[in-house]
């Protein structure tokens, strides 16, 4: 029975008829029954019951019944909103907690979401189109021998790498060559003299441990080579054309003979192509893949950084005999071009490997003052990096808008064959104690089973042992953390800006699966020669030592031996960025992620000294509280859809 100011409404009556307020015969329900003359028991449905209760009216205005009674489900007429009354399975914040956070499933524009990436706006995007555009003209390609390199570069490849080229190598070599639409290299016959070709600009991306560096070294020594030849035969055509001057000689006969003078080395200290590169050991690295193919092609190469004295960086770089290709770090080279300009007045090639660094805020400056002071020379500037940031992006549009990206379709992917699984540090029995989880993780790689082989690695110095790069975000953790993984009795050993430079070589070495022979020796010497000329401080260590043993002796935080536990066959790197960028770690198959990465270009560039040319690789992440489990949780979804990262 509904009350209605002064009116009520029989519940028994089809109309629903009013009566003027309290009749006397409304004492009961049976009393209105009897009004009537119907029975409560005996009570039917009215056949209008479909209508719906009588619309109720207050001064002429509807007014809504309310839901929020015990009746207020009852006599609905319509269905309810789709979807009421379904239990959602998992509710958009337990998907969050739980860290996983609906990133496998496309939103309903077909688009894969990827929110947590998306705030961080790190990476540019490049289209599945282009991605798939590119893997088409790729296919064709699957040997050296269809480059038109000169044979001899073809034959010292055989040397480096005995396989066929990667698909970096397959669109950056005919582009780099001028071949890619399959004419010959185009010549510069049409060209006056003096006149110059314009600067041709390149962005040359690619995955991490992809083949990167020799994709563009080799069609620079191509070029260097051939135009080498090209000026070897302009000097015989000129020498040639030049008429022979018997009279003036016969003339001249009782003149003093005058040697011309001797003609210093006309490429010392004027390379043509120059490489640089963010840290003195990309530059050891690219150095040694330079001298290794020296031998065969015959050059002239030197790397210059500031693990060497100033007096060997000078002995290099202004030997007699000249310099062909140079690799450096860029302040090293500003501040040699401020006192000799002349030293990038014949640079054809610059390359900025590791562009995203290099072009940077910090790096941007000097690496553009560079670029500038190259550029009237410059014939070809190619900028290399695993990884495109927006800021990169931004730069290459508003300064190289010709720039020609040559970008392969699998950027920005972490490869599926890298796996990365999740360690929870407030879990038991770590309880939020990180150093102890990263211990006890390395731990449990050490004790895994023998790793895949690969063949010819066991060779190699300190092949069969496990390495594993551990990966912290700020660097004053790097020696914290190693002290503590040797207290456990793990052979740990840090690299960082903080750590002393004398060893980084050799330390790198162990991981790097490079010789260390005549490269280290040179670092060597040129540190010997720097620590003989200044004052010799009770922390210098004997020069014979080790790169292991400069670490552990006791001016570095020495191994505490308070463990009884040991890890026998496993060595640890505990490193920052510095070791994320370049360092061909090829015999590591283990990265311990320490703290979560602040953006996806750091998983890129970490995850990416696990899992090179084709191997296999696991990285582990350690997560707790204050972490970004949801970026977490993108990443591996990325990595298993085997996606490019954004
Ligand atoms: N065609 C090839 N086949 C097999 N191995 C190759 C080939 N090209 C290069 N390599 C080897 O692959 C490894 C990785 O090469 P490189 O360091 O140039 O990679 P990258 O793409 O520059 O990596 P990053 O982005 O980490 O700097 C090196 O050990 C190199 O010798």
Aim: charged share 25%; glycine share 8%; net charge positive.
């Amino acid at each position: 029975m509904f009350r209605q100011s002064s009116t009520l409404i029989c519940p028994f009556c089809d109309a629903g008829a009013a009566y003027r307020t309290r009749p006397p015969q409304w004492q009961s329900t049976r009393s209105v029954a009897t009004l009537h003359k119907r029975r409560p028991s005996r009570m039917n449905l009215s056949p209008n019951v479909a209508r719906g209760p009588p619309r109720l009216e207050v001064s002429g205005k509807p007014v809504r019944k309310s839901r929020n009674s015990p009746f207020g489900g009852m006599n609905q007429t319509e269905p309810p909103r789709p979807g009421y009354g379904v239990k959602n399975p998992i509710s958009a914040s337990e998907q969050k907690r739980a860290g996983r956070f609906a990133k496998d499933t496309p939103d309903k524009d077909g688009k894969e979401p990827m929110k947590a990436l998306k705030m961080q706006r790190a990476l540019a995007s490049v289209s599945y189109e282009a991605r798939g555009r590119v893997k088409q003209t790729l296919q064709d390609l699957d040997s050296f021998e269809q480059f038109d390199l000169l044979p001899v570069l073809k034959e010292s490849v055989s040397t480096q790498a005995d396989v066929s080229p990667t698909p970096v190598q397959r669109l950056a070599i005919p582009a780099l060559l001028g071949t890619e639409d399959g004419k010959r290299r185009k010549r510069k016959e049409g060209l006056a003299d003096g006149e110059k070709k314009a600067m041709q600009q390149f962005l040359l991306a690619a995955e991490t441990g992809s083949g990167k560096t020799l994709a563009y070294v080799l069609p620079i020594l191509d070029a260097l080579k051939r135009a080498e030849k090209a000026e070897a035969e302009a000097e015989r055509t000129l020498a040639a054309q030049q008429p022979s001057q018997p009279h003036t000689t016969n003339n001249r006969l009782f003149d003093l003979e005058v040697e011309p003078p001797p003609v210093p080395g006309l490429n010392a200290g004027r390379p043509r192509a120059i490489i640089l590169l963010p840290t003195s050991e990309l530059v050891a690295q690219v150095g040694a893949l330079l001298k290794s193919l020296s031998h065969t092609v015959k050059f002239k190469s030197a790397m210059l950084s500031t693990a060497f004295t100033s007096t060997v960086i000078r002995s290099r770089l202004f030997h007699p005999g000249g310099v062909d290709v140079v690799a450096s770090t860029p302040h090293l080279l500003s501040s040699i071009t401020e006192s000799d300009p002349n030293v990038l007045s014949r640079v054809t090639h610059l390359v900025i490997d590791e562009a995203d660094s290099l072009l940077d805020r910090s790096f941007s400056p000097i690496t553009s003052s560079i670029i500038d002071r190259a550029t009237p020379s410059l014939q070809q500037l190619i900028l290399c990096s695993a990884t495109i940031p927006r800021s990169l992006d931004t730069y290459l549009q508003k300064r190289f808008p010709a720039v020609k990206r040559l970008v392969t379709p699998n950027l920005h992917a972490i490869p599926r064959r890298v796996q990365l699984s999740v360690v929870d540090i407030d879990k038991l029995p770590f309880q939020g104690n990180r150093d102890l989880a990263c211990a006890q993780t390395i731990y449990d790689i050490g004790k895994e089973g023998p790793e895949e082989v690969v063949a010819g690695e066991g060779e190699r110095e300190g092949g069969k042992e496990k390495k594993i790069v551990v990966f912290v975000n700020e660097r004053e953790m790097a020696s914290e953390l190693t002290a503590f993984l040797r207290g456990k009795g793990i052979d740990a050993m840090a690299l960082s800006r903080d750590s002393e430079e004398r060893g980084q070589m050799e330390v790198l070495a162990e991981f790097t699966g490079a010789s260390i022979g005549a490269t280290a020796r040179r670092m060597q010497q040129g540190r010997l020669a720097a620590s003989s000329s200044s004052s010799s401080s009770s922390n210098e260590k004997p020069a014979s030592m080790t790169g292991l043993e400069r670490l552990l002796a006791p001016s570095t935080p020495a191994p505490t031996p308070t463990s009884s536990r040991s890890l026998p066959g496993v060595k640890v790197l505990v490193t920052t960025d510095l070791g994320s960028r370049g360092i061909d770690t090829i015999l590591v198959r283990h990265v311990v992620l320490y703290d979560v990465p602040h953006t996806s270009i750091d998983f890129i560039h970490r995850l990416g000294r696990v899992g090179r040319m084709g191997r296999r690789g696991k990285g582990v992440v350690l997560v707790g509280k204050g972490d970004r489990k949801d970026v977490v949780a993108e990443v591996r979804g990325g990595m298993f859809r085997g996606v490019a990262l954004i």
